[in-house]
RNA sequence: GCCCCUAUCGUCUAGAGGCCUAGGACGCCGGGUUCUCAUCCCGGUAACAGGAGUUCGAAUCUCCUUGGGGGUACCA
């Protein structure tokens, strides 16, 4: 819940009435509503409109496999006589549950107007007397949507296709309390590119067969990071039960996997802004007709129609994501855009979190293009490692410093570079690209060897940024670093 | 089993009887730009699930089949 409504807020999406923010209509949690639902139930029950039962689970179980072993549909069978207080006290004494169920009144069946489907129709048989109090007291679903969209006069119910068969039993409930009938679009479903629909279990399974698959794992070591004893965590592997979010989590890092982005969060944390998220999710499902796709929220709630919502289920697809990101972070203000990259920082726990707000502001200017913040951020924290524990790659180190004699070239890199009296990602240009030229050589040769030796890498900022970025002491220093260590073996 | 929804490129979709030789976007493939990774710029690949109707004419309407999804709860 309280994820949900910070999810909310990190879209940008905020609410007129409801939790944290009250209004006219309220209370808005259902725990709270608890006194309103009971009173509406009894007066159900006066009119003879519902009607107290007192079945067991099992004994439903039975009724059920029953109908389906003769190829029937179920549905509940009303009792002749309905049951009075005294029937209610008995069953109470007795132990029973008591609940209390809806008498579905409806002989010439039920049409839903849906404003994506048009009219569905239900025969009268399809929807049987179901319970709109629980034995525990608590109102069904069915039921507290129904009283809370009349007192809270909603107009438009926009939900997912599951709810499309449940709508007879909202309306026959509306029908029989007397309430008029909000307007109904069923949405259809996103469905995962791993298969089934997009659901929150994914995340665990992936986690599994990534355990299963790596033997080598150590068990031991996974269950303390996801603070789960070795026997939860077996239990977990054989499928019987699910560790919670943040213990899933922490294993899929112990483990350096990544999992399906599923929840807000997870796109939050896998460097995904805001704006691509509004943009891309209200593109499921849902189609302007124009040509353009990149939209801003404005522009989106300006061009939508629920008219035009789709029909047919939509497949969630990463890679489509991923280039509206890239879009959206170039559309940004550097402002925005700033301000998103520190909040994802602080997220991630990002060593770059040091980096001022100019120096920061650099990075992304550098990256445009990228697809990720999190890119970017891999892209750029060299700049906040320590310039002797620089972790480098060891097939980058291999190919650029040894096998090309990069490591060759660094001292001279490092020579012509510290005679530079003004240091400007432009001055650096102009003495690398003269060294090349002197040398003969393309640039890649000199800017190659100096990337990996300031940030282990092949893969970084354009150079010239990337060497101011980092400072020239530092960039000597690292130089230095790298040829100790990587320069004489190639020489000798 | 029963019930409901649904069906256009690999994916998201445009398309409401002739504007369709089916459009766009992502992906993919090829080429160019480039100091790396990206970006960017060109070009290409690729679809009306199948079968019957209705109609002068069907991606668009009807029916059947098949595929996909959902529901079938004292979960939401």
Redo the contacts with the bound molecule.
């Keep these: 819940m309280q994820q949900v409504l910070n999810d909310l807020r990190w879209l940008g999406i905020d609410w007129d009435e409801g939790p944290e923010v009250g209004g006219p209509n309220g209370p808005y949690l259902q725990s709270q509503r608890l006194d309103i639902y009971r009173s509406y139930a009894e007066r159900l029950v006066r009119e003879g409109k519902a009607y107290y ?5 099992e004994e ?1 179980t039975v009724l ?1 496999d029953k ?2 072993a003769a ?4 549905a509940y069978t009303r009792p002749a006589v309905l049951p009075d207080e005294k029937d209610v006290a008995r069953a109470r004494a007795e132990g029973r ?1 008591v ?1 209390i169920r809806f008498a579905v009144n409806a002989p010439q069946g039920f049409v839903v107007d849906d404003l994506i ?2 009219k ?4 009268p048989a ?1 929807v049987g007397d ?2 709109i109090i ?3 007291g ?5 039921f507290a949507v129904v009283i809370d969209d009349e007192l809270m006069k909603v107009t438009h119910v926009i939900r997912g ?6 709508t007879p039993c909202h309306q026959a409930l509306q029908d029989a309390l007397g309430f008029r009938r909000p307007a109904y679009a069923h949405m ?2 996103t ?1 995962s590119d791993s ?3 997009l659901s929150k279990r994914e995340r665990p399974v992936t986690l599994r067969k990534a355990i299963e698959k790596n033997a080598a794992a150590d068990r031991a070591a996974l269950a303390a990071a996801g603070g789960i004893s070795a026997e939860n965590l077996d239990g977990f592997l054989r499928g019987e039960s699910m560790p919670d979010m943040p213990a899933v989590d922490a294993m899929a890092r112990q483990l350096g996997v990544e999992l399906p982005e599923i929840n807000i969060v997870d796109f939050f944390r896998s460097g995904y802004i805001p704006e691509t998220m509004v943009n891309f999710l209200g ?5 302007p ?1 124009g ?1 353009r ?1 990149i939209l801003r929220r404005e522009e989106l709630v300006s061009v939508f129609d629920i008219h ?1 919502l ?6 969630f ?1 990463r ?2 994501l ?2 509206f990101n ?2 959206h972070i ?1 559309m940004c203000t550097p402002e925005t855009l700033l301000a998103h990259f520190k909040m994802f920082l602080a997220q991630t726990g990002s060593p770059l979190q040091k980096a001022d707000d100019a120096m920061l502001s650099r990075m992304l200017h550098c ?5 990720t913040l999190a ?1 970017i951020e891999r ?1 750029c924290r060299f700049v906040s490692a320590d310039d002797d524990a620089i972790e480098f790659d060891p097939s980058a180190v291999e190919k650029v410093l040894r096998k090309d004699g990069g490591a060759a070239t660094l001292p001279l890199v490092a020579r012509r570079l510290g005679e530079l009296k003004e240091v400007t990602a432009e001055a650096i ?1 102009q003495v690398l690209r003269g060294l090349a030229e002197e040398k003969q050589v ?3 040769k000199v ?2 060897p100096l ?1 990996v030796a300031i940030t282990g890498t ?7 940024d990337a060497v101011d970025m980092l400072g020239m002491d530092r960039t000597l220093k690292r130089i230095a670093l790298a040829v100790r260590r990587f320069g004489t073996e190639t020489n000798g």
């Design positions: 039962c007192f079945d067991t689970v439903l059920r109908a389906e190829k029937q549909g179920f549950p609940a489907r048009g569905v129709r239900f025969g399809e179901f319970i629980k034995s525990d608590f109102p069904t679903y069915h296709q599951e709810h499309l068969m449940n259809s479903v469905v298969g089934g629909k593109f499921l499902g849902f189609n007709g040509e796709e035009r789709t029909k047919a289920n939509s497949l697809d890679k489509k991923s280039s890239t879009e170039k990256c445009l293009g990228a697809r890119e892209k240009e393309g640039l890649g800017a190659q990337r092949t893969i970084s900022p354009p150079i010239f």
